[in-house]
């Protein structure tokens, strides 16, 4: 009895160690492995476009992976503050992070020449320019972190409680800016006060500035129509945004996954900038019809005045970065060819 139960035991044993051993011939659907979970920070509220895309952006890896990627998405600086989320990324303590090349300026000095007064005329022209720009010169910049996308907000315009119908309209005038752009107010005639967005409206009402410079999405996101119900067309600056991974991050990832967010760059970057467009488009026509928001529009020879009147902000770019050993007159040359090639006007 006792040599015949051990004999079980042994056989036992042995079924056990060889079910052990072929285990990794089971197919895997038997046993799925955990998602890769991924952290995304991002510094506005939920509901702007930053945010929009980022949420599409997460959709989009998950999918295309078979939920092999598992993206958790703080938006509104719950994981890290505006200015904090470059350096965040690159210490791992966020895997992804969206943030705005202006918060830090001097820091990105090939790419913010986008950011300059050059007359973009909407979004997609000038993120797809970004986009090139980055794709030629691999600045330094970017070194440390892995791009996933790049994109703009559409072009800044002057929203005012009174009509701005020409330049001399602007002489005085206190205009809400943020804190790079205070020089293109300045060499207009106006009178500068950086301030976010988010202190305006009740800066507009107490008279505190006069109006706000920025793109016109704003419009209805922050119901800024209620307060500055005149628009004048100029179409100033554009602030660019870059969405990047923790490069260890990235490249322990499996090359299918790699492949993946690599694949969803550009689409990703283009379709930011188109959703941002037609939400302009919907936030005038929103305007329009509750705050009755009119639109004007300089005459064409002051239209063709400040770009000279803006000139030496684009010079002063040029010998800046060119003190840092880049080819800063090259650059903006570049860039105007981008321009040329992208602001294509719409037939």
């Not at 004999?7 to 998602?35: E, K, N, W, Y």
């Not at 703080?74 to 966020?94: C, E, H, Q, R």
């Not at 703009?152 to 005012?160: I, L, V, Y």
Request: glycine share 6%; hydrophobic share 45%; charged share 20%.
């Amino acid at each position: 009895m006792k040599r015949s139960f051990k004999v079980r035991i042994q056989g036992v044993t042995v079924l056990l160690v060889a079910a052990i051993l072929m285990l990794p011939m089971i197919p895997s659907l038997a046993f799925s492995a955990d998602p890769i979970k991924l952290t995304y920070a991002n510094f506005p509220p939920a509901s702007t476009f930053p945010c929009v895309q980022m949420e599409r952006w997460a959709k989009e890896v998950k999918g295309k992976t078979g939920n092999k990627v598992d993206i958790q998405t703080f938006p509104g600086g719950t994981l890290l503050p505006a200015k904090n989320i470059f350096d965040g990324v690159i210490s791992g303590a966020a895997d992804i992070g969206n943030f705005a090349m202006s918060y830090q300026p001097g820091r990105f000095p090939v790419s913010e020449a986008i950011d300059l007064p050059l007359g973009f005329s909407s979004a997609k022209a000038a993120s797809m320019a970004l986009y090139d720009l980055v794709e030629k010169y691999k600045p330094k910049e970017f070194e440390k972190v892995k791009v996933i996308a790049l994109f703009t907000c559409p072009p800044a315009n002057f929203m005012t409680i009174k009509p701005v119908k020409s330049i001399a309209d602007l002489k005085g005038m206190e205009l809400r800016v943020g804190g790079t752009q205070a020089d293109i107010v300045k060499n207009l005639g106006g009178i500068p006060i950086a301030m976010p967005q988010s202190d305006t409206p009740e800066a507009l009402q107490k008279g505190t500035v006069k109006g706000n410079v920025s793109s016109m999405e704003v419009l209805k996101d922050f119901n800024f129509a209620a307060y500055t119900p005149n628009v004048t067309m100029a179409n100033l600056f554009v602030v660019s945004f870059g969405v990047v991974m923790n490069l260890d991050k990235y490249n322990a990832l499996p090359d299918d996954v790699k492949k993946v967010i690599d694949g969803l760059s550009k689409e990703q970057s283009q379709w930011t900038a188109d959703y941002v467009d037609n939400h302009v488009k919907e936030a005038i026509d929103w305007s329009k019809e509750k705050a009755n928001l009119q639109i004007h529009t300089l005459p064409p020879a002051e239209s063709a005045e400040i770009p000279k009147l803006l000139k030496p902000i684009i010079d002063a770019y040029v010998k800046r970065v060119t003190e840092q050993g880049l080819p800063g007159d090259q650059i903006i040359k570049d860039v105007m060819a981008l321009k040329a090639k992208h602001d294509v006007p719409a037939k």
